[in-house]
């Protein structure tokens, strides 16, 4: 005799993908609805955007979504499980022009919410160009951002500033501010470093860097960038002589692949003379020139944030570039 459960007759119902309705189901069908997490209540969000990738990491499987360029994060439907991770990286600053500071990371922010069905803007940005004739001083890198300003239903927004562009020598000298300060440049004045400022975002903690390194009075060399993780190294000597003036290192983060990938590295500081280039700092951070010609720093490493890297004091000098930054969220799917 036929059964009537949740407004359907007979004994078994087909299904298809989607959240099981009330009804009577066969031994096939309830396999597949439990492998799908949709018996009940779903308990996955689903989303779209970026690039995406699944991994399983600490006995959960997650789906990530990177964006290394502007677009919009969707999301379509709300699970039990409905926490979204974010990491959000600014553009690096660029090396200052000659002899010069490293520029900083960009800004390193994360942030957890429970997802609300709708969208979410992202924005990257670009790293700053390095120092040329006549600017010389670095430029500060472009602010990287998830979200509406002001924030709307989904009550989130995180702003990653740009980081600070390198001094240079002889002037001017000192470092930028920015999401981590740049280095100064060295020269016989001495030299101070770009200071880090808060997100202008309303999350504590608002800290996203460190400052750059300081050249002080009769150092011939750039000082580091700051990085996410630490600020840049102080430049010490002088002509010919070996200088200690590394980026500042990043901060690691799992969220794209489940792997260990570190970001925001300060660049290192340009030198003069016959000494080894200063490396950025671990997480992108590109290095400093050395004394050739041409004498430039390194570019900071895309999508990473890094600072770029000091100039040299060959003819002609340049600042390295800083590294454009980068978005990343994930959330919880159902194991495979």
């Not at 690039?51 to 964006?67: M, V």
């Not at 400052?211 to 600020?231: D, L």
């Not at 590109?286 to 890094?306: F, V």
Request: with cysteine.
């Amino acid at each position: 005799m036929p059964k009537y459960i949740g407004n359907r007759f007979g004994s078994i119902v087909p299904i298809s993908p989607g959240a099981a309705s009330p009804a009577i189901y066969d031994i096939h069908d309830q396999y597949y609805i439990v492998s799908q997490g949709k018996w009940g209540d779903v308990l996955y969000n689903t989303a779209t955007g970026g690039s995406t990738q699944q991994y399983d990491l600490s006995g959960n499987r997650y789906k990530s979504h990177t964006f290394t360029s502007p677009g919009t994060f969707s999301i379509t439907e709300i699970g039990v499980h409905n926490t979204i991770d974010v990491m959000v990286v600014a553009g690096g600053g660029g090396g200052g022009y000659s002899h010069g500071g490293g520029g900083g990371a960009g800004g390193y922010r994360t942030h957890s919410f429970p997802a609300v069905v709708g969208d979410l803007e992202v924005i990257i940005g670009e790293g700053g160009e390095g120092g040329t004739n006549p600017s010389r001083q670095g430029k500060q890198g472009e602010n990287s951002s998830f979200g509406s300003d002001p924030a709307g239903s989904q009550q989130v927004r995180i702003v990653a500033t740009g980081g600070g562009g390198g001094g240079t020598y002889p002037n001017p000298g000192s470092g930028q501010p920015g999401g981590s300060g740049g280095g100064g440049g060295g020269g016989a004045n001495g030299e101070d470093s770009g200071n880090t400022v808060g997100s202008p975002d309303p999350l504590s903690p608002s800290v996203q860097g460190y400052p750059g390194g300081e050249s002080p009075g009769n150092t011939a060399h750039g000082s580091g960038g700051g990085g996410a993780g630490a600020a840049g190294q102080d430049a010490t000597g002088g002509r010919d002589s070996q200088p200690s003036a590394q980026g500042g290192a990043g901060l690691s983060n799992t969220y794209a692949t489940g792997n260990t990938t570190y970001y925001a590295g300060g660049g290192g500081g340009g030198t003069w003379g016959n000494v080894s280039p200063r490396a950025g700092g671990q997480g992108g951070g590109g290095a400093g020139g050395p004394e050739t010609n041409p004498s430039q720093g390194g570019d900071g490493t895309a999508n990473t944030g890094g600072g770029g890297g000091g100039g040299g004091a060959g003819n002609p000098p340049r600042g390295g570039n800083g590294g454009t930054g980068v978005v990343i969220c994930r959330y919880r799917v159902h194991p495979s």
